[in-house]
């Protein structure tokens, strides 16, 4: 029987990669919407064009463009055993129309909403000290630094900021986050399917955490 995740927390609590270590455990697709927006945005798409001034400003994707592209993933066949839901809903608007999909397309609804909670002030550190060279490497500025100032220790092309990590751009996001995002703690608590996750721990650790919510050995 297919099963139905979402998981929570605001932008650099790890959400990412904890969604594919998740998704490689029990066996569902990991649909991010993050992904989606980049692919349309990369292929040109009208969606793409559309949702691209957004995702610059740091602001969310409205509703009916978001809606628009997960309706069309979850019905693609890799979805059949499930699926995990990262960066989706967002609002609790899109939650309460993400569990009508779910109840009439497939007469499901999620399992479960295990939610990384991370301090604001460790947030801004995390994601305005990352750096990446235009080959796609990825270094930060206290955990991860370059040998070298400014410089790719892989190629040795210069280091970059992007517009999305600069400070203001990612207080911005957390901001954004609590405003239209945190209200859907309280949606899925009353559900009794939200499992809070320290986020303050190693990836390790929250993955432990986030594994014993969705009751996986």
Same mark, same amino acid.
């Given at each position: ?61 409205? *509703? /009916?463009?978001?809606?628009?592209? %997960?309706?069309? =993933? &979850? ?8 699926? @995990? ?77 992007? *517009? /999305?990590?600069?400070?203001?751009? %990612?207080?911005? =996001? &957390? ?8 209200? @859907? ?33």
């Amino acid at each position: 029987m297919a099963k139905y995740y979402v998981l929570l927390g605001p932008p650099g609590a790890g959400k990412g990669t904890q969604a594919k270590l998740i998704s490689e455990k029990i066996g569902v697709a990991h649909i991010s919407t993050g992904d989606l927006l980049r692919e349309n945005v990369k292929n040109h798409t009208a969606l793409g064009h559309e949702a691209e001034g957004f995702m610059n400003s740091g602001r969310l994707v409205p *509703d /009916d463009l978001i809606i628009s592209m %997960v309706r069309e =993933r &979850i019905g693609e066949p890799d979805c059949a055993q499930g699926v @995990l839901m990262d960066g989706f809903p967002r609002t609790v608007a899109q939650a309460e129309a993400f569990d009508r999909m779910l109840n009439d397309s497939f007469g499901a609804k999620i399992s479960c909403v295990p939610c990384i909670d991370v301090p604001a002030v460790l947030l801004i550190e995390r994601l305005s000290g990352r750096m990446m060279c235009p080959n796609g490497h990825v270094f930060h500025q206290v955990f991860n630094p370059p040998a070298a100032e400014g410089v790719c220790d892989e190629c040795g092309a210069a280091l970059y900021q992007r *517009d /999305d990590d600069k400070v203001e751009t %990612v207080t911005r =996001r &957390i901001e954004v986050y609590e405003n239209q995002t945190a209200p @859907l703690i309280a949606y899925y608590e009353k559900a009794g399917i939200l499992v809070k996750i320290d986020g303050k721990q190693r990836i390790e650790g929250v993955t432990a955490q986030i594994f014993q919510a969705l009751d996986v050995a």
